[in-house]
């Protein structure tokens, strides 16, 4: 039942979108309806929301704002700033441009014929003014008055403004009745056709946005399955590569995306798709924000909503979908590179394997860190850059200057900090030690858990959790670099065989490393080395047991538990402390006792 649905509605989808094809190609378009369309907004009007409150900015002395026409900045008018408790300095200049932007909006409103409308230069009060003269349906009013600030700020004569002004005035307001113009004549056959098309665009792309999100969730569920069933196999054959998954049944698509990337790990590909599944995800958004955004720009009565649903919201999506991107991207190469890396490099040095994958697992957190940082840093600031100067119009280049200014004091404040991120990355550089390392810096000790540019968390014998600034660390004692080594040392008592002592424990290490777990861990012969000292305990004798790195704990104890059960079996005896003590009596006390006075001596074990 649920498929025959889907099927009707697959087939509905499809004639509209075979419908829209045929309105698009043979409705009456042609040259002049497509001149009728508006161009698409620039950087700055959609960047700067229509506020009369946030729009002016200081120049030099004065106060310079934007007049604006049907939300396209058309001038620039300046005035000295108001000097009033009450109001800010800006005061001056924005209710000069609301007056002009008023008349402006009154003219568009007024004339219907763009052809007869009139703009001219004159002289009133003593004063240069721009004026429409009184013409069908307006009367005679001034538009705007050049003052001796305009002058000051453009460098030019108020006679040469007033004319520059004039006919940008007449060309924008002509373009605007005419807008409006074409918007009454063409409604129904053309501007509301192109509406519904560029609907049925919007509509159509997100379901084909929709139907890719189905063939990736499909592919995702592939993968999953495919990674219970190699577990599955694993486990009845160990030999089994993981990396064997079958192509997928789609012919095109992800099997050319996994060509391309042939090592990538079932986890990896899990990444490529759940990034592609975010990217469809907020490109529907995008497409309906964007859309509707150009449809409300599309007609005058709602251009300044168009702006605002278009500006300062779509740049801050774009800005997220470019972080989320490249910290995507960033982290999947940096993980592919380092895994090829590590296969590269196992090549040269099979015996290291288990070094190269602490390395790698050390390299991947501190690098994706670092990404992410970059990629933040550079989303904070372009968002910060769009919502000042949009909002409060205020540039990011002048706060980077100040920056600038202040950014030797900054250096010494944070000079400990620089510190840091400079011994990481030679800690890094240097392979001092990686995530999996036991290290001692100082008179700490402990598993190396986590390591960045800036700071190492170790986890000593307790479960504390120690954290350690990487520009503190001068002298570090790494215990398991490539391999680590049991230092076993003995006592045995003097009475012993010391001979058949060295032979038990040389007896006792090979068998170990004839066991098939042992062996694993133990990668030489174990060394007795002899005799190390002779001591009021007993003969000090010392054997080496080169293991895998961090099981040199778990091999000595094992050692050490069966050195002493084969002692027992062989009657050797491990040496305790003796001591001789010389006594000497006092001869009245011993008179008293009856005892014969002198000295005498004893040994004590």
Request: charged fraction near 20%; glycine fraction near 6%.
């Amino acid at each position: 039942m649920m498929k025959g649905k889907f099927y009707r509605f697959h087939r509905v989808i499809k004639w509209f979108a075979i419908g829209l094809l045929a309105v698009g190609m043979f409705a009456p378009w042609g040259t002049a309806a497509i001149a009728q369309l508006p161009p698409l907004p620039t950087f700055q009007d959609i960047t700067r929301v229509s506020n009369p409150r946030i729009r002016a900015r200081a120049c030099a002395n004065l106060f310079c704002a934007p007049v604006r026409l049907d939300n396209r900045s058309i001038l620039e008018v300046t005035s000295q700033p108001t000097i009033s408790p009450d109001h800010p300095q800006d005061f001056d200049v924005q209710q000069r441009v609301q007056r002009i932007e008023k008349i402006l909006m009154s003219i568009v409103a007024a004339v219907e014929n763009p052809d007869t409308l009139g703009i001219e230069v004159g002289i009133r009060n003593d004063e240069t003014v721009v004026y429409a003269p009184e013409q069908p349906q307006i009367q005679d009013q001034v538009i705007i008055t050049i003052t001796d600030f305009d002058s000051l700020h453009q460098g030019q004569s108020k006679k040469a403004i007033a004319k520059q002004w004039r006919d940008t005035i007449y060309q924008e307001l002509y373009h605007s009745i005419s807008e409006r113009r074409a918007f009454q004549q063409y409604f129904w056959n053309r501007k509301l056709p192109f509406t519904l098309l560029f609907l049925g665009i919007i509509i159509l792309s997100s379901w084909i946005l929709w139907q890719v999100q189905k063939i990736i969730d499909r592919e995702n569920q592939r993968i999953q399955n495919l990674s219970q069933t190699a577990t599955d196999i694993i486990e009845a054959d160990p030999n089994y590569d993981p990396k064997i998954i079958p192509k997928s049944r789609l012919k095109f698509g992800f099997n050319q995306i996994w060509s391309r990337l042939p090592n990538l790990s079932p986890n990896q590909q899990k990444q490529v798709i759940q990034f592609l599944r975010q990217v469809t995800q907020w490109g529907q958004i995008f497409i309906w924000l964007g859309g509707l955004a150009y449809l409300l720009y599309y007609y005058p009565a709602t251009r300044a909503i168009g702006v605002a649903l278009g500006g300062v919201p779509l740049s801050l999506l774009v800005y997220y979908l470019i972080v989320i991107a490249a910290i995507k991207i960033s982290h999947l190469s940096i993980e592919y590179s380092l895994q090829e890396w590590v296969n590269q490099s196992l090549f040269k040095y099979p015996n290291s394997q288990q070094r190269f994958l602490s390395r790698q697992i050390t390299y991947t957190a501190a690098l994706k860190g670092l990404a992410s940082f970059t990629s933040y840093f550079i989303g904070v600031v372009l968002t910060l850059n769009t919502i000042l100067s949009s909002v409060f119009n205020i540039q990011i280049n002048e706060i980077l200057t100040g920056v600038g200014v202040i950014g030797f004091a900054l250096t010494y404040i944070f000079q400990s900090t620089i510190k840091d991120v400079l011994n990481g990355c030679l800690i890094l550089w240097t392979d001092q030690y990686a995530v999996g390392d036991v290290i001692a810096v100082e008179n700490k000790s402990g598993l190396v858990e986590y390591i960045n540019l800036y700071i190492t968390q170790i986890r000593n014998l307790d479960g504390n959790l120690i954290t350690i600034p990487n520009g503190s660390i001068s002298l570090v004692e790494n215990m398991t670099k490539n391999w680590s080594r049991v230092n076993f040392t003995i006592e045995v008592a003097y009475d012993s065989d010391i001979r058949k002592a060295m032979e038990v424990m040389k007896r006792v290490g090979e068998e170990m490393l004839q066991e098939p777990y042992w062996r694993n861990l133990i990668l030489e012969l174990p060394q007795v080395l002899g005799v190390d000292a002779v001591s009021h305990r007993g003969m000090l004798v010392r054997i080496w047991i080169t293991t895998q790195p961090v099981k040199q704990w778990e091999v000595g104890r094992e050692f050490r538990c069966r050195v002493k059960e084969a002692f027992d079996r062989e009657g050797i005896k491990i040496g305790i402390p003796q001591q001789t003590l010389w006594h000497q009596g006092y001869h009245h006390l011993l008179d008293q006792n009856g005892n014969h006075g002198g000295e005498f001596s004893s040994s004590v074990n």
